[in-house]
């Protein structure tokens, strides 16, 4: 953690920081953590068995050195900010991941999310185990051109399967993301701590036979979540994805399951051609620009952040739209200083992918 303990700490427990002195988004998982009870800031926080993953999400990005171009005109980085997710306009390439229980940390729960994401022009995607129901969190757009994706865990029941993609559908979601890295309930010790364990506890049927059964029963695409090996990368393409979204559900399910950043560089050594096939798009430990950049460099189309969002939501919608100022501003200025001019054309020449040690090459 950085310096916020050091001027805040004297803070009584359950005070927040004022919001103007939220720096980075690692600050708000101090503010959190110091504002919210402990049960619900654990469910947020926790991950996985020794929780290696969590910490691999967070540490990976670095072990990758950047590689700075010098003397660029980068001036107009910020108008190349914008960018499209399956052909709808945002202001950004990264995007409020799926969280469950938005209601843990502020009453008013998912529809901050939806309020903060339309001020910033940026994707939302509410989870289905929000606190908030698909209805309320859809009458809380903007407007009817603002777009959101719904996530989804899907019960062994065919009707409800289609009632819910109906809902999705009525309430005016674009697009489904499946959850496909929750086959089974996750081994979260911390959770189980203190009565927060996973919200989808069961043994799910998730094939790429059900993939295309699913498929049929809407008009939205189904966009699978929980990619993480180059194998099903290829799969993904073979099955006629529009989209996949390369995550390890914030390290809370398998341990020791690799980080978004190391599955996108194994797709990009075995099979780049993939990036350009479909859209990617990746989630997991991202709490920089730097961070987001180097997924940006290696063909990831957009970047997602969960837990940085969910703990910005202790502010209300204001700290949402916090949370979004910070991660503009850092990704651009942190392209500038990469001597990119234009983000959508950063490679991986951005990065030496060949150590991953500061001190040998």
């Not at 809380?140 to 777009?147: G, I, L, R, T, Y």
């Not at 940006?296 to 916090?322: C, D, I, Q």
Request: include cysteine.
């Amino acid at each position: 953690m950085n310096s916020i303990e050091d001027v805040f700490g004297s803070l009584p427990n359950g005070t927040l920081p004022p919001l103007e002195k939220i720096i980075g988004l690692p600050d708000f998982d101090w503010a959190a953590r110091h504002k919210m009870n402990t049960s619900a800031y654990t469910y947020y926080r926790n991950g996985a068995a020794g929780e290696w993953s969590y910490r691999n999400n967070l540490e990976v990005f670095q072990r990758f050195r950047l590689r700075p171009r010098v003397l660029v005109d980068i001036t107009d980085i910020e108008s190349t900010m914008p960018t499209t997710i399956l052909g709808y306009n945002f202001s950004a390439p990264f995007f409020i991941s799926p969280c469950a229980r938005g209601g843990y940390a502020h009453p008013d729960a998912e529809l901050n999310f939806v309020k903060g994401a339309a001020a910033g022009n940026i994707l939302y995607i509410p989870a289905i185990f929000a606190t908030k129901t698909v209805e309320e969190i859809a009458a809380a757009k903007a407007n009817d051109s603002q777009v959101l994706f719904q996530q989804v865990y899907l019960s062994d029941n065919d009707t409800e399967t289609r009632e819910l993609f109906a809902r999705v559908e009525k309430a005016g979601s674009k697009a489904i993301i499946l959850t496909v890295d929750s086959a089974a309930d996750g081994n979260r010790h911390r959770a189980a701590r203190f009565g927060v364990g996973s919200a989808d506890s069961s043994y799910s049927y998730l094939t790429w036979d059900l993939y295309h059964k699913l498929s049929n029963m809407t008009s939205l695409p189904i966009i699978p979540k929980g990619i993480q090996t180059v194998e099903d990368a290829r799969l993904a393409v073979k099955n006629g994805v529009k989209a996949f979204y390369i995550s390890n559900h914030g390290g809370r399910q398998l341990d020791t399951t690799p980080s978004s950043l190391e599955v996108a560089l194994e797709i990009y050594q075995e099979a780049p051609e993939i990036f350009k096939q479909v859209e990617v798009y990746a989630d997991g430990g991202v709490r920089y620009g730097a961070d987001a950049l180097k997924l940006l460099a290696l063909g990831v189309k957009a970047v997602g952040l969960g837990r940085p969002f969910m703990y910005s939501n202790v502010y209300g919608v204001e700290g949402v739209k916090r949370a979004i100022q910070i991660m503009k501003h850092e990704v651009a200025i942190d392209a500038a200083n990469l001597g990119v001019a234009d983000l959508k054309k950063i490679g991986p020449e951005y990065v030496n992918w060949k150590s991953t040690n500061a001190w040998f090459s």
